[in-house]
């Protein structure tokens, strides 16, 4: 395997067009060490078996994608346990990050949505903890904080984590979700000083957006993110984990995964390696 990419990890959501046999096999093949899961991915095989193929394929898994969503009001209990079945995949598949998007707005109450994500978070810690697993809490850009994620920032986030270890509770460094903070770099500063960063994940902010911003992720070099910057801050704030490349985008899940991949490869070469 090549040293330059020796850190980097395709997240499954990028090649959308593969199934989880289809993306492990070709992560290997392409020289990349790890792999981000998500769980629908996984349960097109089943965790055990999706645990023995990575492990047969040479890889580790960088995250697990995700947990979370535990903001409702009727709901509680119930994303509970989906959460504890998620950390139990988590442990099995060797995940040591399960990626924890908070969840919206049920009504027009965000401290209280805020509230009920604090309580929950304290409830699963235990949890994932007796298991090896820590909780990557991810900070969504505010345009989601509606539907998705009532934490923006990486300062809510590290506000949300301070209760717990370090080991137990993380944040997540997503490019496209917080290159607009004007704080991000005291942000990752502090979340490196804590030993706090479960992950970083990169991809672009495309201009204009598409429609469906969920959807509006491009490949690096594609928008107006200064990955070299924000990967020195990273490297600065002591993080030497898997580098996930995340990519929500209709036409990137459209084209060959082997052209995406190796597109990835090149740019994460030539716009991120030069800030680690």
Known sequence: MSGSFARLSLNTMTTKCWNLRQAVEATAAAGLPAIGLWRDRVAEVGVDEAAKLVRDNGLRVSSLCRGGFLTGIE?????????????DEAATLGAPELIMVAGGIPDRDLPGARARLADRLAALVPYAAERDVRLALEPLHPVFCADRAVISTLGQAL?????????????VVDTFHVWWDPDLAAGIAAAGAQGRISSFQICDWLVPMAADPLVSRGMMGDGVIDFGAIAALVTAAGYTGDIEVEIFNEEVWATNGHTVLDTMKSRYRDLVLPGL
């Open 75 to 87: 709901d509680g209990e119930a994303a509970l346990q989906d959460n504890r079945r998620a950390i």
């Open 159 to 171: 506000a949300l984590a301070a209760p717990h270890p370090a080991t137990a509770v993380g944040v």
